[in-house]
């Protein structure tokens, strides 16, 4: 198994400012994802974090707004850029293992708020 | 795509025996299913996971069909901390992953 950690776990920002999460895996992973989750509401997959290329976003994500790095096997940001408060969610990092059948090990998550 | 069916929520008492099928009409040859449980505040964990037949683990079991266009995780003798909500995911064939959750299963257990 492995265990994820994200920073920070919750934060409120202003409108027109971006933020930066973080996302640590305790040991290294061959998949990384990214996925927000409006409260009440299921998962939905922003993209996955590719080591060392660019990220795959999902419909309705692009690169502008959700920048994604992912330097090695156990590190990823995400950053929400010129947020509004519809990006007020909770953003969760995931890591999995293609040996595991893509088992997924979840963050606690990011609770974020955009006034 | 193999999209996932689940019923949007149970209610069940402690004790009690909870059986939350999906439906995945399209499942591919090479595909697993795979269960995760979400507390409140929290991130989903892990439940089981399996391909055919029957799968059991210290927490829940897996029943898969022979023609795997469904499955039923099954709880035995929930207690009121089995409160959460219950997704299945089918892995997606062509060796590139994308996770899809569906809308879950919102279990209530009930004194």
């Known amino acids: 198994s492995a265990v994820i950690s994200q920073k920070p776990s919750r934060d409120i920002c202003q409108r027109g400012t971006s933020l930066t999460i973080q996302c640590q895996v305790d040991?290294?992973?061959?998949?990384m994802f990214w996925y927000r989750q409006q409260p009440g509401q299921s998962l939905t997959l922003i993209a996955t974090?590719?080591?060392?290329?660019?990220?795959?976003?999902e419909s309705g994500f692009v690169i502008d707004k959700f920048p994604i790095s992912r330097p090695n096997l156990t590190f990823s940001t995400l950053t929400v850029s010129n947020m509004s408060p519809e990006d007020s969610s909770i953003y969760l990092c995931s890591g999995g293992d293609r040996t595991l059948h893509n088992e997924q090990f979840f963050g606690p998550g990011t609770r974020l708020t955009v006034l | 795509l193999a999209k996932t069916t689940q019923p949007i929520s149970m209610d069940s008492y402690e004790g009690q025996e909870v059986n939350i099928t999906c439906s995945h009409n399209?499942?591919?040859?090479?595909?697993?299913i795979t269960w995760y449980q979400q507390f409140p505040s929290q991130g989903p964990r892990f439940i089981i996971q399996g391909y055919k037949t029957k799968v059991t683990n210290e927490v829940a079991s897996l029943f898969i069909p022979a023609d795997r266009k469904s499955s039923t995780l099954s709880l035995p003798r929930v207690s009121l901390s089995d409160t959460a909500v219950y997704y299945c995911l089918v892995d997606l064939p062509g060796g590139s992953y994308i996770p899809t959750f569906g809308r879950g299963t919102s279990l209530i257990v009930h004194p």
């Open positions: 040991s290294q992973v061959t998949m």
């Open positions: 399209n499942i591919a040859t090479n595909d697993y």
């Open positions: 974090a590719n080591q060392g290329s660019e990220a795959t976003y």
